[in-house]
């Protein structure tokens, strides 16, 4: 059974950091592109940060420099720090593995972020 299951959201103050957590587990975690996601209210789902399974990493335009994506393949986990966060980052986070190739594409449940000004 597949299974992407994030943590470490919360409420944060202005300026403060976070760090999430997503662990895998039910396929093969090597052979998929990682990234995180969000959502905020009224808005469509974006992408924040994409790790590649060959170790090619970016980021959206408005986290660059701020947020820092990092997977470990030996322990199948996904991680998302987050720094200088203000009230724009304030969504659900979601964690996405993606395989291109097989065209497989699972998500995990969501973990609520807010930024308190």
């Known amino acids: 059974q597949v299974q992407l299951v994030e943590s470490g959201g919360g409420l944060v103050q202005f300026g403060g950091s976070l760090r999430l957590s997503c662990a895998a587990s039910g396929f093969t975690f090597g052979a998929y592109d990682m990234n995180w996601y969000r959502q905020a209210p009224g808005k469509e789902r974006e992408l924040v940060a994409f790790?590649?399974?060959?170790?090619?990493?970016d980021y959206a335009s408005s986290v660059k420099g701020r947020f820092t994506i990092s997977r470990d393949d030996t322990k199948n986990t996904v991680d998302l720090q987050m720094n200088s966060l203000t009230s724009e980052d304030t969504a659900v986070y979601y964690c996405?593995?993606?395989?291109?190739?097989?065209?497989?594409?699972?998500w995990g449940q969501g973990t609520q972020v807010t930024v308190s000004s």
């Open positions: 996405n593995a993606d395989n291109a190739v097989t065209r497989t594409t699972y």
């Open positions: 790790a590649s399974r060959f170790g090619f990493k």
